[in-house]
C-alpha cells in the first residue's frame, strides 16, 4: 500500500541520531503491518535497516536476536547441538500467518512489538525466558522480561518512541526439553491457542506459557510436574474466564477448553515422554 502521507524517510546512523520524538514519527523494520494499512497519523518513517545491527549472535550466554532480524533468518539459524530447545524456533517461525515473502521481510521484533494474542515471536520469547532491551529516546536502555512486554491485545510497556533493540535467550533455556502444542482453524492460519511446556535438564520443573488463547501471555511455574487435577486447578486459579481472548479465530470458551486440552498433553509428554 502507498503512504501517502509519509513527506520524509529518515535513514539514521545510530538511534541517538533521532533524539527526539514528536506525534507522525514512526520506526520502519519490516514494514509488513506498516504499508498493509493507511497510517493517517504518519508524516515521518525512521528506517532501521540503516542501523545494521547483526542478525543473530551466539555465546555462550545464549542467543541475541536484533530486533531488525527477519522471520527467515532466524527460521534458518543453525543452533549448537546441546541447545535442546532449538526446534521451537522453527515451530513458531512457522506459527504465523504470512506467505514467504512476507517471511523474508517482517521482523521478530516488528511481531513482537504488534503484541497480538497470536505473535509466535512472544510465544517463543516467553518460553524461552527472553530479556528484551528497550531503548527510551531520552534515557538510559533497560531491560524488560518478555513475560512483561505484552499488556494486552496490541498493547505493551513501549512509551512514546522507545525502540525495541534486541532480544535475548538464555543458554539455559535453549537447553531445556520442550513439547509444543498449537491449534489453527486452517493449516497456515493465525493461531487460536499456543502452548509450549519447558523443563530443565535433569529435573522435575514444568514451565507452561499459553499464549494466542489469553490477550496477553501467561505463564505457570512448577517445580515438579504436576498432576492432571493440579494442573487444571492451577490453570483455573490463575487464568480467568476474561482472560480469554474471543475473536473470529475462536470464541474464549473454545479456546480456552483447547488450553485445558493441550496443557495436560503438555503434562504427559513432559512427565512421561514424547507418545510413540
Not at 527467515?72 to 500467518?97: G, M, Q, V
Not at 511481531?111 to 494474542?117: A, D, E, G, T, Y
Request: proline share 5%; hydrophobic share 45%.
Amino acid at each position: 500500500m502507498n503512504l501517502n502521507t509519509i513527506t520524509e524517510i529518515k535513514r539514521p546512523s545510530s538511534a541517538n541520531d533521532i533524539y527526539g520524538w514528536r506525534e507522525g514519527y514512526a520506526w520502519l523494520a519490516g514494514g509488513t503491518w506498516l504499508f498493509s494499512t493507511p497510517q493517517i497519523g504518519t508524516d515521518t518513517l525512521i528506517d532501521l535497516e540503516s542501523l545494521r545491527w547483526p542478525a543473530l549472535q551466539v555465546s555462550s550466554d545464549g542467543l541475541e536476536i536484533a530486533a531488525t532480524c527477519t522471520i527467515a533468518e532466524l527460521d534458518r539459524f543453525k543452533a549448537p547441538a546441546d541447545w535442546a530447545a532449538t526446534p521451537l524456533i522453527r515451530l513458531c517461525c512457522h506459527s504465523l500467518l504470512m506467505s514467504f515473502k512476507i517471511s523474508n521481510a517482517a521482523t521478530v521484533g516488528g511481531n513482537i512489538c504488534m503484541s497480538l494474542p497470536a505473535g509466535s515471536m512472544i510465544s517463543l520469547t516467553v518460553a524461552l525466558e527472553g530479556v528484551y532491551t528497550l531503548w527510551p529516546r531520552d534515557a538510559k536502555p533497560r531491560n524488560v522480561a518478555a513475560i512483561d512486554f505484552v499488556t494486552g491485545n496490541h498493547a505493551n510497556v513501549l512509551s512514546p518512541g522507545e525502540l525495541l533493540r534486541s532480544i535475548h535467550l538464555p543458554a539455559n533455556a535453549l537447553s531445556k526439553r520442550f513439547a509444543f502444542r498449537r491449534f489453527s482453524l486452517t493449516h497456515l492460519g493465525r493461531s487460536a491457542v499456543l502452548l509450549i511446556g519447558t523443563q530443565a535438564v535433569h529435573s522435575e520443573d514444568l514451565l507452561l506459557t499459553i499464549t494466542a488463547a489469553t490477550a496477553r501471555p501467561m505463564q505457570l511455574h512448577f517445580d515438579r510436574v504436576p498432576v492432571a487435577t493440579e494442573l487444571r486447578d492451577t490453570i483455573q486459579a490463575h487464568i480467568s474466564d476474561a482472560d480469554y481472548f474471543n475473536d473470529v479465530h475462536g470464541s474464549a470458551a473454545y479456546k480456552r477448553h483447547l488450553t485445558y486440552y493441550y496443557a495436560e498433553q503438555i503434562r504427559a509428554e513432559l512427565q512421561h515422554g514424547p507418545p510413540a
